[in-house]
């Protein structure tokens, strides 16, 4: 969706479908996003951010499904038709696909997650270099299903404060 730069009073100011559509480009929940596009107008992104974690607390199993589905496996190319490729190519930038060390690890890793917990493993990559995001990997396989499905929840709503602030901005 190119919507251009609008700014928080812009956003604000949309009407509501044209924000709604918006919020689901940060975070492909209808649900969420139409909680944000009737919750403005908002005092400052602070305030946009807050709501937008607080209202992550209650995405159901459902949801997040279909949430993962517009996120490719780190370290690998987005798919422009399922994916939000645009973010997601350059979220992951911090991540050498042409080296095969850490491609083959990840793709390693990427399958011992979902064997495990049954969805895509999700992680902010924005600002991680691939062995950071290796070790997290490493790290979340340990976890509980209660504690890595809030982990979940918790990353995806960092890349989606992330694309909201680089929209707004």
């Known amino acids: 969706m190119s919507i251009g730069r609008p700014g928080l009073a812009a956003f604000n100011a949309m009407q509501r479908d044209k924000a709604?559509?918006?919020a689901r480009t940060w975070l492909d929940v209808?649900?969420?996003?139409?909680?944000?596009?009737?919750?403005?107008?908002f005092a400052?992104?602070?305030e946009l951010e807050a709501t937008m974690v607080s209202a992550s607390a209650t995405i159901?199993?459902?949801?997040?499904?279909?949430?993962?589905a517009r996120h490719p496996r780190i370290g690998e190319r987005a798919d422009a038709a399922l994916h939000d490729a645009e973010h997601s190519t350059r979220e992951?930038?911090?991540?050498?696909?042409?080296?095969?060390?850490?491609t083959r690890r990840l793709e390693e890793g990427n399958r011992a997650y979902e064997q495990r917990f049954g969805r895509v493993f999700i992680i902010r990559a924005a600002g991680r270099d691939a062995a950071e995001i290796l070790e997290q990997l490493r790290l979340r396989l340990?976890?509980?299903d209660e504690d890595e499905r809030a982990e979940t929840i918790t990353q995806l709503t960092q890349i989606a404060v992330l694309r909201m602030k680089e929209t707004l901005s």
């Not at 209808?30 to 107008?41: C, E, G, H, I, N």
């Open 92 to 102: 992951q930038s911090g991540v050498d696909r042409e080296d095969a060390e850490v």
């Open 60 to 68: 159901t199993d459902k949801e997040l499904e279909q949430a993962l």
């Open 20 to 22: 709604y559509r918006l």
């Open 44 to 46: 400052d992104v602070g």
């Open 142 to 144: 340990d976890n509980s």
């Open 30 to 41: 209808p649900r969420w996003a139409d909680f944000l596009s009737v919750t403005r107008p």
